[in-house]
């Protein structure tokens, strides 16, 4: 569904502290969305997922793609 109401040239963004869970998503998006760097602007808060995460010294999975 994403796919069908994503405006031309949006941006969907995903995040996960799952390994596994990150690469299937990763091969089930390969073929329909083209896969971009991940840019967050220097002013956007983080969530309370990023903060925890960066609390503990880890980076979350990111994955930001574009429509194909």
């Known amino acids: 569904q994403c796919h069908r109401v994503l ?3 949006g941006i969907l ?13 990763v091969a089930l998006t390969n073929k329909t969305w083209q896969q971009i760097p991940w840019h967050s602007p220097p002013d956007q808060p983080l969530t309370a997922f990023e903060r925890r995460f960066e609390s503990q010294g880890q980076i979350p999975h990111r994955l930001a793609l574009r429509r194909a």
């Open 7 to 9: 405006r031309p040239h």
């Open 13 to 25: 963004r995903m995040m996960t502290d799952d390994t596994a869970y990150f690469h299937e998503m």
